[in-house]
C-alpha cells in the first residue's frame, strides 16, 4: 500500500495534513517541498524582518524594547524549530515508514483492538489541541483588531500620549510604509506571521502526540502477548498446531522483538525531538521572565499613579 494513501486512510491523517502545509511531509516530491519553504521563507522572514525594524525604531525607548523582546523571541524559537525540522526530516520519514510497518503486520485480533484504540486516542486529542491551540491564535488577532476598531476620533487625533504606539497589530513593526493608510495589509501579513508561529509548532507537537499514542499501543500490545502467551497461537511462525511450551516460547520471542522495535522507536523519538524541545523550553522560560517583568513594571505604575506618595525619599515600591 502506497504510504500516503495509508496515512489519508488512517487515524493519523491529522498529521499527514499538517506536516504537508508546512512542508515537513517527507513523502512529497523535492520540488513541492521547495516551493512551500519559498512561500514561507518569503512570507515569515520578511515578516521577522519586519519586526526586527521595529523593535530599531524604538531602541532608544527601554519599556517598548522589552515590550518587543517576546514576539521577537518567539519567532527566533520558531525559525530555529522549523530549520531543525527539515534537518530531522529523513528521522521523521523513518518514524512514519515503522508506523506503517508496525500497523500492516499480523496481529492478534486484541492486539489490533488495543492499537486502534491508542491511535484513536492520539486523532481525538491531537484534533482537540489543534482547535484550542489555534483558535486562541484567531482569538487574540481578532482582539487586536477591535483594539483598533474601536478607537475614537479623539484617540487617533492624538499623538502625544506614546509617538510609539501601534494599535491594531500583535507587535511592533516598522514596514516603512505609512501605519495607517496601509493598515489592513500589514494586519493581514502580521496576522499570517503569527498564526504561523503557533502553527509550526502544533504540527511539531500533533506529530509527537501521534508518535507518543503509537509508542502505548505497541508497548499495551506488547504486554496483552505476554499475559496471553500460552493461549495465543503465533502466526508469525507459520505454526498452527503447536504444544502449550512452543506456543509459550514462540510468542515470548515474538514479544521481545516487538519490545526491542519499540525501545527503538522510542529511542528515535527521542533524538528527533530532545533539541528543539530544549530550545522550545528554554526560550519560553525567557519569555516569560521577559513577560513576568512587564507585568511586575506595569503594577509599580498603577501603584504610583493610584497613589502620589507611594514612592517618596526615593523609595521605590515593590
Request: charged share 15%.
Given at each position: 500500500?502506497?504510504?500516503d494513501?495509508?496515512f489519508?486512510?488512517?487515524?493519523?491523517n491529522?498529521?499527514r495534513?499538517?506536516?504537508?502545509i508546512?512542508g515537513l511531509?517527507p513523502?512529497?516530491?523535492k520540488?513541492k517541498?521547495?516551493?512551500i519553504?519559498f512561500?514561507?521563507?518569503?512570507i515569515i522572514g520578511s515578516?521577522?524582518?519586519?519586526?526586527?525594524?521595529?523593535a530599531i525604531?524604538?531602541?532608544?525607548?527601554?519599556?517598548?524594547?522589552i515590550d518587543?523582546l517576546p514576539?521577537?523571541?518567539l519567532?527566533?524559537?520558531v525559525?530555529c524549530k522549523?530549520m531543525?525540522?527539515?534537518y530531522m526530516?529523513?528521522?521523521?520519514?523513518l518514524?512514519?515508514?515503522?508506523?506503517?510497518?508496525?500497523?500492516?503486520i499480523?496481529k492478534?485480533?486484541?492486539?489490533h483492538?488495543?492499537?486502534?484504540?491508542?491511535?484513536?486516542?492520539?486523532?481525538?486529542?491531537?484534533?482537540?489541541y489543534t482547535?484550542?491551540?489555534?483558535?486562541h491564535?484567531?482569538?487574540?488577532?481578532?482582539?487586536?483588531l477591535?483594539?483598533?476598531l474601536?478607537?475614537?476620533?479623539?484617540?487617533?487625533?492624538?499623538?502625544s500620549?506614546?509617538?510609539h504606539t501601534?494599535?491594531g497589530?500583535?507587535y511592533r513593526?516598522?514596514?516603512v510604509?505609512?501605519?495607517?493608510k496601509?493598515?489592513a495589509?500589514i494586519?493581514?501579513h502580521?496576522t499570517?506571521?503569527?498564526?504561523?508561529?503557533v502553527f509550526?509548532?502544533?504540527?511539531?507537537d500533533?506529530l509527537?502526540?501521534?508518535?507518543i499514542?503509537?509508542?502505548r499501543?505497541?508497548?499495551?500490545?506488547?504486554?496483552y502477548r505476554?499475559?496471553?502467551?500460552?493461549?495465543?497461537?503465533?502466526?508469525n511462525y507459520?505454526?498452527?498446531?503447536t504444544?502449550?511450551?512452543?506456543?509459550?516460547y514462540l510468542?515470548m520471542?515474538?514479544?521481545?522483538?516487538?519490545?526491542?522495535?519499540t525501545?527503538?522507536?522510542?529511542n528515535l523519538i527521542?533524538?528527533?525531538?530532545s533539541?528543539?524541545?530544549?530550545?522550545?523550553?528554554g526560550?519560553?522560560m525567557?519569555g516569560?521572565?521577559?513577560?513576568?517583568?512587564q507585568?511586575?513594571?506595569l503594577?509599580?505604575l498603577?501603584r504610583?499613579y493610584?497613589?502620589?506618595?507611594i514612592m517618596?525619599n526615593?523609595i521605590?515600591c515593590?
Amino acid at each position: 500500500m502506497d504510504i500516503d494513501q495509508f496515512f489519508q486512510n488512517s487515524h493519523y491523517n491529522i498529521s499527514r495534513i499538517l506536516l504537508s502545509i508546512n512542508g515537513l511531509w517527507p513523502f512529497h516530491t523535492k520540488i513541492k517541498r521547495y516551493v512551500i519553504y519559498f512561500a514561507l521563507v518569503l512570507i515569515i522572514g520578511s515578516g521577522f524582518i519586519f519586526q526586527v525594524m521595529g523593535a530599531i525604531e524604538v531602541r532608544e525607548d527601554s519599556f517598548e524594547i522589552i515590550d518587543t523582546l517576546p514576539f521577537l523571541l518567539l519567532g527566533i524559537v520558531v525559525i530555529c524549530k522549523m530549520m531543525f525540522a527539515v534537518y530531522m526530516l529523513p528521522k521523521i520519514k523513518l518514524l512514519l515508514i515503522k508506523i506503517q510497518e508496525y500497523s500492516l503486520i499480523s496481529k492478534s485480533n486484541e492486539e489490533h483492538k488495543i492499537h486502534n484504540l491508542h491511535a484513536m486516542f492520539g486523532r481525538n486529542l491531537s484534533y482537540a489541541y489543534t482547535y484550542i491551540v489555534l483558535g486562541h491564535s484567531i482569538l487574540f488577532n481578532v482582539a487586536t483588531l477591535l483594539t483598533r476598531l474601536m478607537r475614537t476620533k479623539g484617540e487617533k487625533n492624538d499623538t502625544s500620549s506614546n509617538e510609539h504606539t501601534q494599535v491594531g497589530v500583535a507587535y511592533r513593526v516598522n514596514y516603512v510604509i505609512d501605519f495607517d493608510k496601509y493598515y489592513a495589509i500589514i494586519f493581514i501579513h502580521t496576522t499570517f506571521c503569527i498564526v504561523w508561529y503557533v502553527f509550526l509548532p502544533v504540527t511539531l507537537d500533533v506529530l509527537y502526540i501521534t508518535l507518543i499514542e503509537h509508542c502505548r499501543g505497541m508497548f499495551a500490545a506488547v504486554k496483552y502477548r505476554l499475559e496471553n502467551a500460552l493461549l495465543l497461537e503465533n502466526d508469525n511462525y507459520g505454526s498452527t498446531k503447536t504444544s502449550t511450551r512452543n506456543k509459550f516460547y514462540l510468542n515470548m520471542v515474538y514479544s521481545i522483538r516487538r519490545h526491542t522495535e519499540t525501545i527503538q522507536f522510542l529511542n528515535l523519538i527521542n533524538s528527533a525531538y530532545s533539541p528543539p524541545l530544549f530550545m522550545h523550553m528554554g526560550g519560553m522560560m525567557l519569555g516569560l521572565g521577559i513577560v513576568e517583568y512587564q507585568v511586575r513594571k506595569l503594577l509599580i505604575l498603577a501603584r504610583k499613579y493610584s497613589n502620589p506618595h507611594i514612592m517618596q525619599n526615593g523609595i521605590t515600591c515593590r
